[in-house]
């Protein structure tokens, strides 16, 4: 009787790879795609803590909205909301760009006549960019040239300053129109 004797050469097999080709080929663009598209920015500020006090308050018992309108055709609309009542207040571009010294003093005015309100419901269109929402935000946030807003604190009665204006900025229409 004779052994049969096996080769090296007859162990070798082809290795099928294509299935895990196929997937890699869909799964890995997928994930690079849902990577790429979903971002979120947060900017970190932090308040003092009477003001961050007097926002807490504020947002629980507000009577006063104030809304912010940003296209860049019209500009800048304020929509104040006091009482049931809306007073508008427009800030028209400067030719093709944006007017931000025009917004920081109707936002000073409007933050003079209702020094308790530190949010901001701001509705931009879908033209405006992140980089210009950024800037307009910073305009808005403190007041003019080291001026100070001055409200009661209601805790204690005391008179505070603040050169914050509207450091709580909400988007009013963060799917679109």
Not at 97 to 100: E, G, M, N
């Given at each position: 009787m004779r052994l049969k004797r096996t080769r090296a050469g007859d162990a070798t097999f082809d290795l099928n790879l294509a299935p895990i080709l196929d997937i890699i080929v869909a799964i890995v663009p997928l994930l690079l795609l849902s990577v790429a598209f979903v971002q979120v920015k947060m900017i970190d500020t932090s308040v003092?803590?009477?003001?961050?006090e007097a926002m807490q308050r504020a947002n629980e018992k507000s009577e006063t909205t104030v809304g912010l309108k940003v296209s860049k055709k019209k500009g800048f609309v304020f929509e104040v909301m006091k009482n049931g009542k809306v007073t508008p207040m427009t800030v028209a571009n400067k030719g093709a760009?944006?007017?931000?010294e025009g917004l920081l003093a109707a936002a000073f005015t409007i933050k003079q006549q209702?020094?308790?309100v530190f949010r901001v419901d701001m509705?931009?269109?879908?033209?405006?960019?992140?980089?210009e929402l950024v800037s307009i935000m910073d305009?808005?946030?403190r007041t003019p040239d080291t001026?100070?807003?001055a409200f009661v604190d209601p805790s204690n009665?005391?008179?505070v300053e603040t050169e914050l204006m509207f450091p709580n900025i909400l988007f009013a229409n963060v799917i679109g129109d």
């Open positions: 003092p803590q009477v003001v961050a760009v944006w007017d931000l209702n020094p308790e509705s931009p269109e879908a033209d405006v960019n992140l980089d305009k808005i946030r001026q100070k807003i009665g005391q008179r």
